[in-house]
C-alpha cells in the first residue's frame, strides 16, 4: 500500500446505523441505507459543476476535512479547499468525472454512497457531499514527496530509511509512527507522549503486515516483538462510537491494553 486510502468495496442488503470517519475521526454522517433522490440527477449536478470548474459550488458540498494522501495535509476548510482546488481537479481528474459514463462508470454502494468507477470520487449517501477524493494529481505527488523527503530528515537516524510513511498516531500513554519499507512491509517505531520524531524511539519492530476487512477500508497493521503483539485497528467506516483507531497490546492471546489513537501531524517539525 503506497498510500493512505485502499478502496474495498462489500455490498450488503441489510445495513446497522453506521458513521463513516475521515483520517482525523470526524464522522462524516451517519446513515442507514440509500436514502438520496435519483442519483443521476444528483451526478449530472456534481459532473456540470467540474465541467464549469465551478470551485465556489464544489467546495460548498465538500465534507471537511477532505482526506489527502499522507503526509500532505488535509483539506481543513472551503478556503483552504478554494487555494489548492487546481492541485486537486487537475486536468486529468476533470476528464475522468466529465468523461464518466453516468449510468455505467458511477455505482450507488448503500451505506457508503456513490462511487465514481474505482472509488476515484465519492459522494456520500444522500448525494449532498463530496466525502472522498482518492486521486493524487502530479502537483500533489510532487508535494508529497518532498514532505517525504523532510521526514526522512526530520527523524531520528534510526529511522530514515523508510519508503513511504503510513502515519503518526497519539494515544493517552503513546506517539507511534508507521512506515512502508521496502519489500510490500511495515515498521512500527513508538515514543512516550510529548516526544519527537527526532528522538530516539523507545521501540522499534520491523517486518509488521497490513490487513484490510473488507468493510470498505478499515484496516490493521501488526507488529510481534517481546513477546507481545500489537494492533494498531485503523478505522474508517465503523458502528458509532468507534474512535479513528485503537492500539491493542496481546501477550499469549490475552489483551495487556487497548488505548484510543487519533492521527497528528508531525510533531516538532
Known sequence: MRHFFKIILLFFTIFPLISVYGQNGVIVKEITAYDGPNFEDIISTFTQYVKNNDSKSIAAMTHFPLNRYYPIPNVKDASDFLQRYPEIFDEVLRKKITQANIKSDWIPVGVRGLMLQNGVIWLNADGSKLIAV???????????????????????????????????????????????????????????????????????????????????GNHAYTFKGGGYIYHLDVMLIGLKPSPSATLVVLKDGKEVSREEAQPIGFPCR
Open 134 to 216: 482518492n486521486y493524487e494529481s502530479d502537483a500533489e505527488k510532487n508535494k508529497r514527496l518532498a514532505l517525504i523527503s523532510e521526514q526522512k530528515k526530520a527523524v531520528h537516524k534510526s529511522l530514515g530509511d523508510f519508503l513511504n510513511p503510513i502515519g503518526i498516531w497519539q494515544t493517552k500513554n503513546h506517539r507511534i509512527r508507521i512506515d512502508e519499507m521496502a519489500g510490500n512491509d511495515y515498521r512500527y517505531a513508538s515514543w512516550k507522549t510529548n516526544t519527537c520524531q527526532s528522538d530516539k524511539p523507545d521501540m522499534i519492530l520491523k517486518h509488521g503486515t497490513v490487513n484490510y476487512d473488507g468493510s470498505g
